[in-house]
């Protein structure tokens, strides 16, 4: 059987905010290519939750779950997303997602 991958409901709310943000900090003209990008970075965690390698989650990010993974997608050479999951025998709970402009202090740089 294959694993759902699920985003949390903080996770939602965390996407909606990004296309705002995007827009109001200038990295988009309009909600409409924000919520573009926002998509793919969904559609990156939907379809590469089951397959991709994954690292246990520094101890900073264990309030968002317990046994967090997590997986990283370079959007561009200046952007790199992380993305944390549960993984149970049924499905991928992705718990949080942060990037390296807000979170990379806390990865090693070969992570």
Known sequence: MRKKVVPSPELRGYIRDLNFTLVRKGYFSSLYYARIYTKELLDYIRQNAAIAPKKSAPAIFQRYGKNLLYFTY???A???WYIFLEETETAYWIRHITN?????QHFNPEN
């Not at 390296?100 to 990379?104: E, K, L, M, P, Q």
């Open 74 to 76: 370079n959007r561009s």
């Open 78 to 80: 200046q952007t790199t």
């Open 100 to 104: 390296s402009h807000v979170a990379g």
